[in-house]
């Protein structure tokens, strides 16, 4: 199989492509490395030179929350203590859909005086919560840093109680770590009408007050929406994540989802189906182990034709000369695909015996990978620089690599029976 990339103008309308991306059309996916986009108060077509320090247009926003700390669609500046926030086109301001009104608060005149902002992600229905603090109270009494502070009392809350308003049966810590700046748990929570949430908290010291983040959501999303918060949000500048290992992270997830499964715990789903009057409902080891194989190879095939799909519209897009701006949102709906592709397969559970099948579905996410990280870093190179000449290099071998990857994937596929 060919992808269709072939046409002799290719790298002259791929320059025309990023110039749209980059100059009008929201680019809201981007590489981990790089950070999220300056948010939309920071861009003009004036020179620095011109206004060094533009004044936010605030104009279209609430004023209510303007007043609370929103600088844009896609900004923050707390009132308080001065950090700033923003985050990608993922996201809105609010505690749900359409929900801006409780998107920022601002309380000096609390007993510990808060800065909160709430923002909620397009992709996954899910809230994260910033909250500046004032640093007193309860996290001085220690004498302790405030990160250690805040894992210590994050363990030791390991009891009935009740979490954003709704009452929990069991909270478990299941990492935790802190140094002199950050203090972070990971935990896992079973609320009382049975819901599972896996949440991550992490505590940023700044001094004479703190910034507290979480974000929670079910086992089986938790990972995506774990890549979403790093890649789409920044707090002064950095990740709102740190410390513990993904790969800790991520073993700790797949246990928490085979507890699930095995009947351990709580549910993903906030509303438990009633167990089933059929006296044997498990199925025999053999109807698994043929359900698992069948379940394996529909997803890999589903999978990968779903890439092939997207990588010959990537193309037929970029060769067809003039962009308009719905179809710029497609490439970017396929470059946030291409950027999940590897994360994808690398989860998958593989039966026995189709070993060659996965080493080969990997080969080929690995090269849409390599696309997907070579697109990007053309389009953050300067125009006529060595660098947008490489990154131009590489995405052909990525998409070279691609090509021979999915051919030797698909006769595997085939020779199951897929």
């Known amino acids: ?24 059309s929201p ?6 490395s790089d950070g999220p986009p300056p948010p939309a108060h920071q861009t003009s077509s004036r020179s ?14 609430d004023p209510d929350l303007v007043d609370a700390g929103l600088t844009g669609p896609t900004s923050y500046e707390s009132p308080q203590f001065g950090y700033e926030v923003v985050w990608t086109e993922d996201w809105e301001i609010g505690s749900g859909p359409d929900d801006p009104s409780s998107g920022a608060e601002s309380s000096p005149d609390a007993a510990e005086p808060i800065d909160s902002l709430k923002i909620w992600s397009l992709n996954y229905e899910e809230r ?47 990492l935790s770590d802190y140094d002199d700046e950050y203090g972070v748990v990971l935990y896992r929570l079973i609320f009382d009408n049975g819901t599972e949430w896996v949440s991550y908290s992490l505590v940023r010291d700044m001094g004479d007050y703190f910034i507290a983040t979480y974000f929670s959501t079910d086992a089986t999303e938790f990972m995506e929406l774990y890549d979403q918060v790093e890649q789409t949000i920044e707090i002064e500048g950095d990740a709102p994540i740190a410390l ?8 700790q997830i797949d246990a928490v989802i085979e507890d699930i499964a095995s009947g351990g715990g709580g549910t993903t789903d906030p509303t438990p189906t009633p167990d089933t009057d059929d006296p044997d409902p498990t199925p025999t080891k053999e109807a698994d182990d043929d359900a698992d194989t069948a379940g394996y190879l529909s997803a890999v095939r589903n999978h990968a034709d779903s890439l092939r799909t997207s990588i010959d519209r990537f193309f037929e897009i970029i060769n067809a000369g003039e962009i308009d701006e719905a179809e710029a949102d497609e490439v970017n709906a396929i470059l946030a ?13 593989v039966p026995s015996g189709l070993e060659n099948v996965q080493g080969a579905y990997i080969s080929f996410v690995s090269a849409v990978d390599e696309m997907n990280t070579a697109f990007r870093a053309f389009l953050q190179a300067e125009d006529g620089s060595p660098e947008r000449d490489a990154a131009i290099t590489d995405f052909q071998n990525a998409t070279d690599a691609a090509e021979t990857a999915y051919d030797t994937l698909d006769e595997l596929l085939q020779a199951q029976g897929s």
């Open 1 to 24: 199989m060919r992808f269709r990339s072939t046409a002799p103008a290719w790298r002259f309308l791929i320059v025309a492509l990023a110039f749209m991306l980059l100059a009008g």
């Open 27 to 32: 680019l809201t996916v981007f590489a981990q």
């Open 48 to 61: 620095d030179e011109d206004d060094p320090d533009p004044t936010p247009d605030t104009s279209d926003l």
């Open 128 to 174: 994260f919560y910033v909250d500046g603090i004032l640093a007193k109270g309860s996290y001085l009494d220690t004498g302790d840093p405030l990160a250690q502070t805040h894992v210590e009392q994050m363990i030791a809350s390991q009891t009935d109680g009740t979490f954003d308003d709704a009452p929990f049966e069991s909270m478990t810590v299941l």
């Open 244 to 251: 513990l290992d993904v790969d800790d992270i991520q073993e």
């Open 337 to 349: 695909d291409w950027n999940e592709a590897l994360r994808t397969a690398e989860r998958t559970v």
